[in-house]
């Protein structure tokens, strides 16, 4: 078995791309592991880490910087040397640039060399390592665009700094940590084939944001616009910038007839100025925010036909994703919303399932690729007195020492900093939900999984297919013990998306897959197992 | 050219895309204008000397 390092130096490529190249070699007769990083001091630990760099002594890889690239490789001598004699051939597959209607001869260097050649653009889409995010947004707000700012890890101050320029500017910087945004017709960023329609978004949420567009989707009625805001727009320190532009464009822009605003609990100060500007919104407004204390909100209800009506004119207030759906679609149709029904045969299901398993089982892990989706399935279990462990606790849980480690029954938000931090987003690249699934799997005191699995444009072609041999696995390691591991999902998307909703949707059933329309149910599912569990400890 | 949000979202954007390139794929294959910026760290990914560069530039 050979183990190697090859350095590129000054060779820059995203982490997407470098994924699907090391994918590409893996898949290689005699190679069983390959990598493809740049070299920045992160990735050159976890290589280190892995044994490659020769104790110090692999100059080259010791002399290697974040502008370098290296491909580390393991297999058989003949192999890994079949790659190192012509690196260059695998980095050059798919590299290429597609042809669009008018491709350019070179592409541009920078933001402002990009504008000077289409000087209509209008938003730059920007997912560069966080340390260079800054620059590169204040590059384009300069230009005058707008900024949908994916890349994470930019300070506070930092984001104060940009979203305070743009205000200014009369613009809008969507982000940092923006995952998704609907504009002008474009799904930007992981959004998922949706038809348009009259429901417009301002979310601090990506995966929020998706969840909900695909639900109203399914519901036969569509999105407007969406504008995504950030995590952290609402707090204090931000005071709401890119949340309140977001509302002052959806209020004047006429194909919205309703506006959704889906976010975490904002600070105490943006409150009281959100629901001042909520209250004066001329559209009906459906305010979820997941996770928020019933009575942070007093006083925004509205009642239809107060002055400054438009459609509807009142503000009404959601605790789930779902209900927010409901209540958008009900405002669009001028019909009242249908309250969610309790569907009986799910607790035969679940006494079921809890009669196949052993005493020793009692835990529930959720292993989350959306950041709100564990958000909302804690908010879930808390409204039922339920406490979980989380590297993203709700008020009221627990923290997770070591977000690798689980601990207790514990929801994990795995597309968190530590674990994409040089590496694809959990719903580009699976790799680590499916050795953490695994490692679940392995755990006698698991009962329950819940999973989620969100489809779309930049996602992964296959997020079920990526994690059904980790499913299986986890599956029989129960079943070896004498017991049954429930398996629980849902799958954000469409039938129009790539991945094909209902194919995925099959695949996790057949595969024994309790799978439920929307995270919120297979969430509240989850809370029944677990309040049915005999003897059960949520926490541990 | 700056289009204020208002607007932008009555029309068709044109896109400039810096950085994980499947963003600017997936909004050209569904039909819009991409302008792909060809990007890599600034001053060798020295966040400091490019933060001078550009005071100086």
Known sequence: ?540 | MLVRLEELLKGKPVFVNVGVREFGESLREAGYEVVFVDWSPPAGGDTRLASLLDDLL
């Open chain 1, 1 to 540: 078995m050979a183990r190697r390092t090859i350095v590129r130096k000054n060779r820059y490529f995203d982490s997407v791309f470098l994924m699907r190249v090391a994918r590409r070699i893996a898949a290689q007769p005699g190679i069983r592991d390959a990598s493809a990083l740049q070299a920045t001091e992160a990735n050159r630990k976890v290589l280190i880490g892995m044994g490659y760099g020769d104790d110090g002594r692999d100059a080259e890889f010791s002399a290697s910087g974040p502008n370098d690239l290296v491909l580390a490789l393991e297999g058989e001598k003949a192999a890994v040397e079949a790659v190192a004699a012509d690196p260059d051939s695998w980095l050059s597959q798919g590299s290429v640039a597609s042809a669009g209607p008018e491709p350019m001869a070179r592409e541009p260097r920078s933001v402002r060399e990009a504008i000077a050649g289409r000087p209509d653009c209008s938003v730059a889409v920007i997912s560069v390592p966080g340390e260079h995010a800054v620059r590169e947004a204040r590059a384009a707000l300069r230009e005058g665009l707008h900024v949908f700012l994916f890349s994470s890890n930019v300070s506070v101050d930092d984001e104060l700094a940009l979203k305070a320029e743009a205000r200014d500017r009369g613009l809008i910087v969507m982000g940092p940590d923006c995952g998704t945004a609907f504009l002008g017709g474009a799904g930007v960023g992981f959004a998922n084939a949706v038809r348009r329609g009259p429901i417009g978004i301002v979310g601090s949420s990506g995966t929020g944001m998706q969840e909900f567009s695909c639900l109203v989707h399914q519901a036969g009625s569509g999105i407007s616009n969406g504008i995504g805001t950030g995590s952290r727009d609402l707090a204090d320190a931000i005071g709401g910038i890119s949340t309140m532009t977001g509302i002052d464009a959806l209020e004047a822009d006429p194909a919205t007839k309703v506006i959704s605003l889906l976010c975490k609990p904002p600070g105490k100060g943006v409150t009281a100025r959100l629901v001042e500007r909520l209250r004066r919104c001329a559209k009906p407004i459906v305010l979820c925010p997941l996770g928020a204390e019933p009575d942070s909100f007093q006083g925004v209800d509205r009642p239809a036909g107060l002055p400054g009506s438009g459609v509807g004119g009142e503000v009404r207030t959601a605790s789930t994703i779902d209900e927010a759906v409901g209540l958008a679609l009900a405002a669009v149709s001028a019909e009242e919303a249908v309250p969610p029904r309790e569907d009986a045969s799910l607790q035969d299901i679940a006494s079921a399932r809890i009669g196949d398993m052993r005493p020793a089982q009692r835990y529930i892990r959720g292993l989350f690729a959306g950041g709100t989706l564990c958000y909302q399935s804690q908010a879930i279990f808390r409204s039922a007195g339920l406490v979980v462990h989380s590297n993203a606790p709700l008020q009221g849980m627990l923290g997770l020492p070591d977000p690798l480690e689980s601990s207790g029954s514990c929801f994990v938000d795995m597309g968190a900093e530590i674990f994409v931090k040089g590496r694809p987003h959990p719903m580009i690249d699976a790799s680590l939900r499916m050795h953490r699934l695994v490692q679940e799997g392995n755990d006698p005191a698991v009962a329950l999984i819940l999973l989620d699995f969100i489809l779309g444009a930049i996602s992964s072609r296959d997020p079920v297919g990526d994690l059904l041999g980790a499913i299986r696995s986890a599956q029989e390691a129960a079943r070896r013990r004498g017991g049954h591991l429930c398996v629980v999902a849902s799958v954000c998307g469409t039938d129009e998306d790539a991945q094909g909703l209902q194919a995925q949707k099959r695949a996790l059933a057949e595969a024994g897959v309790l799978v439920f329309p929307s995270n919120a149910k297979a969430a509240g599912f989850c809370r029944e197992v677990m309040l049915a569990l005999p003897d059960r400890q949520e926490v541990g």
